[in-house]
C-alpha cells in the first residue's frame, strides 16, 4: 500500500526527544536511527505536529518519587497501572530537548505532554487516565484534518496510545513502522500491532 499525501493529512512526530534516544536517561534501542527516516517524510507533508515529553523534576511517574520502587516496577496510581520510569524528559533539562538531529522547520505545533505532576501522559491526545484531553483533537479537527500519520517513540508506548486515541476521536490513522522503535517490555512491540490492527490502525513501512 502506498500513502498519498493530502492537505487533511498530518504527520505526528512523537517524542524524539534525546532521553529516548542512546545515551539518554530512558533509550530506546535504536532510537536515533527514526531521525533521518522522520525528517525524510516530513519533507512530503505541508503540515506537521511535534509532541515534547515534558516532565517536572518529581513527576509520579518517576521511580525516585516512590521510595523503595525502581524502573519498570509497576505501581496502581489513581487512574489504573502505572509503570515506574527512570528520571527522564524534565523540563528544561538537554534530555527533553528535541533530538539535534531533527530537522522539521515547518512544524506548526510543538504539544507538550506529561506536566501535570499527578498524571503520566502516554498520548498526544489524552492523559493517561484517558479523560482528560490535550487539546490536540480539536486542534485538529478545526483545521480540518482527517488522517493522522504518526512515527517517533516508542512504538509500544506514546505511538501506540496515541495511535488508539487518534481512532477513538474520528481520525483514519497510520502508522509508518520504519519511522518507529519500541521498547519491547514481555512482548509489548507485537501485542501493539495486533491492537493496532484490530483498531483499524493502518501499519506502513516508510516506503
Known amino acids: 500500500m502506498t500513502l498519498a ?7 505526528l512526530v512523537v517524542d524524539v526527544q534525546n532521553d529516548f534516544c542512546p545515551g539518554g536517561a530512558l533509550p ?3 532510537g536515533d536511527a527514526v ?4 525528517n525524510r517524510l516530513a519533507e512530503k507533508f505541508r503540515h506537521v505536529v511535534l509532541t515534547q515529553d515534558w516532565h517536572p ?17 509497576q505501581v496502581t496510581a489513581p487512574y489504573g497501572p502505572q509503570i515506574l520510569w527512570p528520571d527522564h524528559c524534565v523540563q528544561e533539562t538537554p534530555g527533553a530537548t528535541f533530538h539535534p538531529g531533527l530537522a522539521i522547520p515547518h512544524a506548526e505545533l510543538v504539544l507538550r505532554k506529561g506536566f501535570r505532576r499527578e498524571i503520566d501522559s502516554y498520548s498526544a491526545f489524552f492523559e493517561n487516565d484517558h479523560e482528560t484531553p490535550t487539546g490536540l ?6 483545521r480540518g484534518f482527517a488522517r493522522v500519520v504518526i512515527v517517533g517513540l516508542a512504538l509500544d508506548f506514546c505511538v501506540r496510545f496515541s495511535a488508539e486515541d487518534a481512532r477513538a476521536c474520528g481520525f483514519d490513522v497510520v502508522v509508518i513502522e ?3 522503535r519500541g521498547i519491547d517490555m514481555d512482548g509489548s512491540v507485537d501485542a501493539t ?3 493496532l490492527f ?8 516508510a516506503a
Open 5 to 11: 499525501i493530502g492537505e487533511s493529512d498530518i504527520l
Open 28 to 30: 530506546v534501542a535504536d
Open 35 to 38: 531521525v533521518p527516516v522522520v
Open 57 to 73: 523534576a518529581d513527576h509520579a511517574s518517576f521511580a525516585s518519587a516512590h521510595p523503595g520502587k525502581s524502573p519498570f516496577e
Open 137 to 142: 483533537a480539536g486542534y485538529l479537527r478545526e
Open 178 to 180: 520504519e519511522a518507529c
Open 193 to 195: 500491532r495486533r491492537e
Open 198 to 205: 484490530s483498531r483499524g490502525v493502518v501499519l506502513l513501512d
